[in-house]
């Protein structure tokens, strides 16, 4: 019988990738989404995609009791936790909501899964946790520097919060660090869909492109990189979404009952903002309004991963390229016209 596997946040850019994925290799995904970061008709395009109805509780992840009963009446045998908020501007403004949100669903997560008997906990994390590191490749083992963001530092303390849970009760977890998940499912039906002004890089490019905006500001051109801007280790949002059945599968073959691990999952390489530009100028065969304006606060120089631990021990590593990503973006931009 395949097995249920509760996906919080599962509506969201990267949760709803990881539910089709989760269902394309043979498990039951559930959805907990309060909506506070994503939509409704997310589900709809899951459905066109899957052929069925995925359930979904539209909920908040701060509920004990519910998510106890959520695990009881599905037989969940493993959680997935992307719930949480992640704008890092956003972040330093409103500090706690932030750590309420992302750390108080965590510990409420944990806790119902421990009464419930449930060992198996595949938590999102993220490359900022390096922050401005040294010397990029970095592995798992690069130190983890002091966070630059409040929302940062919530993925920080979210790592150490399971690290100690895992050293004290029976718990079976994986943190894995994403760097710049990009693209969108080839078949358009769900995608990335950032409220109001992006903030991330390829969905400004992609609204630029479509019109939607006037020009995107690349921030800084002077870096002490060979174009001069940011590099970035940007990754298939399908990639990321496999690698999560990837991790979720090695932690139920874990046979101690207490396991903690960390992952890197990225491309490998790094791309700057001004070779991304172009690349998807190719894709789209217009040139993209553009101008280089001054840098960003907080923004790391040039980050891109390791990743041999996770080809080693997950038997994982990205199938997709950058183009093939932003080719995605693009159809799924030019839905929305
Ligand atoms: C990428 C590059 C910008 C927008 C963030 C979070 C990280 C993770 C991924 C959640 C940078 C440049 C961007 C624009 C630009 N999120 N840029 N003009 O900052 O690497 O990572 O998203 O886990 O935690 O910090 O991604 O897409 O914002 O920026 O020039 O309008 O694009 O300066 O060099 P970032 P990003």
Redesign the pocket.
């Known amino acids: 019988m395949s097995q249920n596997i509760l996906v919080t946040g599962g509506a969201g850019f990267i949760g709803s990738h990881t539910v089709v994925a989760l269902a394309e290799s043979g498990f039951n995904p559930i959805i907990i989404d309060d909506f506070s970061n994503s939509e409704p008709s997310v589900l709809a395009g899951l459905r066109n995609i899957l052929g069925r109805d995925i359930p979904c509780y539209a909920q908040d992840c701060n509920q004990f009791s519910l998510l106890r009963s959520i695990i009881r009446d599905h037989q969940i045998s493993g959680v997935i936790h992307f719930a949480a908020f992640?704008a890092?501007g956003e972040s330093m403004e409103e500090p706690l909501a932030y750590y309420r949100n992302n750390l108080g669903s965590l510990i409420t997560l944990i806790d119902a899964m421990l009464a419930e008997g449930i060992t198996n906990l595949i938590f999102?994390?993220?490359?900022?946790v390096y922050g401005n590191p040294d010397n990029p490749p970095v592995t798992e083992l690069t130190p983890v520097k002091p966070a630059t963001?409040v929302?940062?530092n919530t993925?920080q303390i979210g790592e150490e919060i399971i690290r100690d849970v895992c050293a004290a009760k029976p718990l079976k977890a994986i943190s894995l660090r994403?760097?710049?998940?990009?693209g969108a499912h080839p078949s358009a039906e769900i995608g990335e869909l950032p409220r109001g002004i992006?903030?991330?890089?390829?969905?400004?490019?992609t609204q630029t492109a479509a019109g939607l905006r006037k020009q995107?500001?690349?921030?800084?051109g002077d870096?002490p990189t060979t174009d001069g801007?940011?590099?970035?280790d940007?990754i298939h949002v399908m990639d990321l979404a496999e690698a999560h059945v990837a991790a979720l599968q090695f932690s139920f073959q874990q046979k101690e009952s207490v396991y903690y691990d960390t992952f890197n999952l990225g491309s490998g390489q790094g791309n700057?903002?001004l070779e991304?530009v172009h690349q998807f100028e190719k894709i789209s065969k217009k040139p993209l309004p553009y101008q280089i304006?001054p840098?960003?606060e907080?923004?790391?120089v040039a980050?891109w991963a390791d990743v041999q631990k996770s080809k080693e021990l997950l038997g994982w590593s990205t199938r997709r390229s950058l183009e093939e990503a932003l080719r995605d973006a693009w159809r799924w931009q030019q839905k929305f016209g």
Do not use: A, E, H, Q
């Open positions: 992640k890092v999102s994390s993220s490359c900022t963001s929302y940062g993925k994403y760097f710049n998940p990009v992006p903030n991330n890089l390829v969905p400004y490019v995107l500001t690349i921030f800084g870096y801007t940011c590099i970035r940007y700057s903002v991304l304006g840098r960003r907080g923004d790391v980050v």
